[in-house]
Each structure stands twice: as structure tokens, then as C-alpha cells.
């Protein structure tokens, strides 16, 4: 059970980083001209993923609910689900973000579709107080979930904006990429500081220290292979920010680097999903 938890978890918070990301960065690599290939390919694609985040959702609850009443056959169990839904801080802010999530499918559905940002947004920032963001009560509390949602944007927005920028050098011919690649790297700095400032201050909360320890192992291990992963992709963002010049000659070196980078920030995902079911190892100060 506690493999599909993380397998689930996976899958829904990739979801919902993707479509937050790739709904920000359409405009500001594309400004509000219409790219009806384009939008029609990251409609579907949107659509997919809004189905899947509510389905893993949903899995993710009954999958908590399973676990708080300490049996996998009561996983389906309406009473337990509505004990967990309503009685704890998990299920109260689930329901919202289960919520948000069927009213964005619906959205997608028909024609008030432009409620897709700030659904996924809310969508977005819903998730910070789930797992580690819950650990302090308070004003700590409230600023350490402040601190998670900002996290979060930036890990979406970067996520998202990559998965965008695959679907735009597929169609090279038709988009001067030098002007998007340098749109991307010029947003890709505030961002990256984001997430890395953000992450820092998740650490020295959640552990009492600058690093877990001991280092090669549990929490702390599962951390680091985060950050490895963070870093190959800071330095194929680098290359790529070197190779600007001339990139409409390239399209597929590009695409390739582009979606290598994208495949690193997935696999970080993964270990992020992995960490929120591990203890931080909290130290005595």
C-alpha cells in the first residue's frame, strides 16, 4: 500500500505541476496570438492531465483512508472515508482540492475554460499543507505552507514551461525560438532562485539543520538524489541558455536536450513523492 501511495502521489502531483506550469507559460512565450495546432495539442493535453489528477486524488484518499484505519479492505469503506474527509486536517483540505480539481475537469469541458489558471493555481497551492507542510502548527505553520506554495509555483511553472517548450520546437518552423528560448531563460532565473531559496528554507525547518543526516540513508539520501537531479537539470538550462544563437537551425539537439531536462524534472518528482512519506529526521536545536 505504501507503494501505491507514493505511485500515486507521483502521478498527482505531476499532473497538476504540468498543467499550472504550461498554462503560465503560454502567454509569455507565445504573447495572446492564436497557435491553433498548438492549443488544440496542449487542450488535450490539459484535459488528460486534469482527468488524472482527479483520478490519483481520489486513489490518494482512499488509499490515506486505508491507512488511517489500519486495513486495506476498509479503503472503500463510505463511513471511514467520511470520518477521514471530516474529521482530520488531510480530509478538510482535500475535499477543497478534490473540489477545485472537478470544477477545473468541467471547465475544460465547456466554454468557461479561461478559469483554467486560476483553478489551477488554487489547485496548485492546495497541495502545500499535504504531507510535510502539515508538520507545524500556528504561525511556523501557516508560513512553512506560504513558504511550500511558493515551492510549488516554481517547480510547476518551470515543469510546465518545459513541457511547452517541447510541444513549441516540435513545430520549429512556424516560432522564431530564439526569442521564446530567451523569454523561457529570462523567467528561468527568478524561478530557479524561487526554488532554490524555497527548498533551503523547507530543509532548515523540517530537519533543524542545513542537511538531514546521516546522509546516505532514508530521508536525507532521497534528498540528495533530488537535488542531483535538480542540478543536471540547472545545468542543461545552462547549456541550452549558451546555444541560443542559431538554435532555428537545431531544433531536434534542442527538443532532445529540452525533453532530457524535462525527463530529470519528473524523475525529481518522483523523489519528492517518495520524501513526503519518509520523517525529515527533526533535531533537537
Not at 63 to 83: N, R, Y
Not at 103 to 111: A, E, F, Q, Y
Request: proline share 4%; aromatic share 6%.
Amino acid at each position: 500500500m505504501a507503494t501505491l501511495l507514493v505511485l500515486c502521489r507521483f502521478l498527482h502531483f505531476l499532473a497538476v505541476l504540468l498543467m499550472f506550469g504550461a498554462c503560465v507559460f503560454r502567454p509569455v512565450l507565445l504573447g495572446n496570438k492564436p497557435q491553433p495546432a498548438l492549443d488544440r495539442q496542449l487542450a488535450r493535453i490539459t484535459t488528460l492531465l486534469a482527468w488524472l489528477a482527479l483520478g490519483s486524488g481520489v486513489a490518494w484518499l482512499l488509499l490515506i483512508s486505508a491507512s488511517m484505519a489500519g486495513s486495506e479492505l476498509l479503503a472503500l469503506d463510505l463511513a471511514t472515508v467520511q470520518l477521514v474527509l471530516g474529521k482530520t486536517f488531510f480530509g478538510q483540505v482535500w475535499s477543497a482540492h478534490l473540489l477545485l480539481n472537478g470544477l477545473l475537469v468541467l471547465g475544460l469541458l465547456t466554454p468557461w475554460s479561461r478559469l483554467r489558471l486560476p483553478l489551477t493555481v488554487l489547485l496548485l497551492a492546495t497541495l502545500a499543507p499535504v504531507g510535510h507542510g502539515a508538520m507545524l502548527s500556528g504561525l511556523n505553520g501557516q508560513l512553512l505552507i506560504l513558504n511550500q506554495v511558493v515551492h510549488l509555483l516554481c517547480v510547476g511553472a518551470w515543469l510546465g514551461g518545459l513541457l511547452l517548450l517541447v510541444l513549441i520546437l516540435r513545430q520549429a518552423q512556424r516560432t522564431d525560438l530564439e526569442e521564446v528560448l530567451r523569454r523561457f531563460s529570462g523567467v528561468g532565473y527568478g524561478l530557479v532562485a524561487g526554488l532554490l531559496v524555497s527548498g533551503l528554507i523547507n530543509v532548515r525547518v523540517l530537519t533543524g539543520q542545513l542537511w538531514p543526516t546521516p546522509l546516505f540513508s532514508g530521508f536525507a539520501l532521497i534528498l540528495l538524489i533530488k537535488v542531483l537531479l535538480v542540478a543536471g537539470m540547472l545545468g542543461l538550462a545552462l547549456l541550452n541558455r549558451l546555444r541560443i544563437k542559431g538554435c532555428q537551425q537545431r531544433p531536434g539537439q534542442l527538443q532532445a536536450s529540452v525533453l532530457l531536462e524535462w525527463l530529470l524534472g519528473a524523475a525529481a518528482v518522483a523523489a519528492v513523492s517518495l520524501l513526503g512519506t519518509l520523517p525529515p529526521m527533526l533535531t533537537a536545536p
